[in-house]
């Protein structure tokens, strides 16, 4: 397997070895597993990828999310990223499908909404625009390490409320469905996660965030924005231009990432499969005290 570096500080292309190869073999997994930790960002190219394949290989890093409720394939560990319809047409930009995956083009991590956080997510490549519909990825973990000492500190020991319907609402009102909102109430994360196999921390943050604890409200947006800034300026991103066959696996303890837009008249079709992370990949780290995650 080679090792080829593609982001500024983070990512890069395995070479080499195959989506199907890393899950049946131990020692493929271990070495695929030690690059992740490492590099944040995986991108697997030329891959014979299937749903049956895609759920074989993210199997291997953890347990996997269940979709959320309302998106396509309720009840399945896959997530159907699409815009096109039940007779194969692409869907008008005003239509909910649109929409959602107009949401998917503001910076966020995976899963923050939830009451158990995404450790991966991996995504696949099944029908592509001719231009377009690129996924940009930043690095937290270099993010966090960019930010003064004394804000560090602050940081290490702040919490954040992430709701998805706070950041669906900054596309359409309604977006979030009244079934969404009932199940995915409000969660609570420390705003540094610390992975326990190099002891390197990240900034968590997303656009689901809305809040700081003990933070009066507009301070806390103000903080929230300029350090979303920060981690996203110009010259601090790799950009993905997908081909078909492609498949990306990213770290969302240490990454954020947003969708790019495409022309509207064209399909795109993505699958995703969700890795929950487990207190082996730090979630002990963020979990807030008892009485802030009782509210």
Not at 156 to 170: K, L
Request: one cysteine or more; charged letters at 25%.
């Amino acid at each position: 397997m080679d090792i080829v570096p593609l982001g500024p500080g983070f990512a890069a292309e395995l070479r080499g070895v195959t989506l199907a190869e890393i899950a049946a073999d131990a020692a493929a997994y271990d070495a695929v597993r030690a690059a992740f930790e490492e590099h944040s960002v995986l991108v697997f190219r030329g891959q014979e990828v299937t749903d049956e394949t895609q759920l074989a290989f993210s199997r291997r890093f953890g347990p996997l999310e269940v979709t959320k409720v309302g998106s396509l394939g309720v009840g399945t560990n896959l997530v159907i990223l699409s815009t096109i319809d039940e007779n194969g047409n692409v869907v008008p930009a005003d239509h909910r499908l649109a929409l959602r995956n107009k949401a998917n083009q503001l910076w966020h991590t995976d899963s923050t909404f939830k009451r158990v956080p995404a450790l991966a997510s991996v995504l696949s490549a099944r029908i592509i625009p001719a231009r377009g519909g690129e996924t940009e990825y930043v690095s937290t973990r270099l993010a966090w390490e960019r930010l003064e000492g004394l804000l560090r500190k602050r940081l290490a020991n702040s919490f954040a409320w992430h709701d998805y319907a706070h950041s669906r609402g900054q596309i359409a009102p309604d977006l979030a469905s009244t079934e969404e909102r009932a199940a995915l109430p409000p969660q609570c994360w420390r705003m540094a996660w610390t992975n326990p196999v190099n002891g390197r921390c990240a900034l968590y943050l997303a656009s689901h965030a809305y809040a700081i604890e003990g933070v009066e409200q507009a301070a806390a947006q103000k903080l929230l924005t300029e350090l979303m800034d920060a981690a996203t300026a110009p010259g601090l991103s790799y950009v993905h231009r997908w081909r078909k066959g492609d498949v990306v696996m990213w770290d969302n303890r240490a990454t954020m990432h947003r969708g790019r837009p495409w022309p509207a008249h064209e399909a795109r079709l993505m699958v995703r499969t969700t890795i929950s992370a487990t207190d082996a990949d730090g979630l002990e780290s963020v979990r807030p005290p008892a009485r802030q995650a009782a509210e």
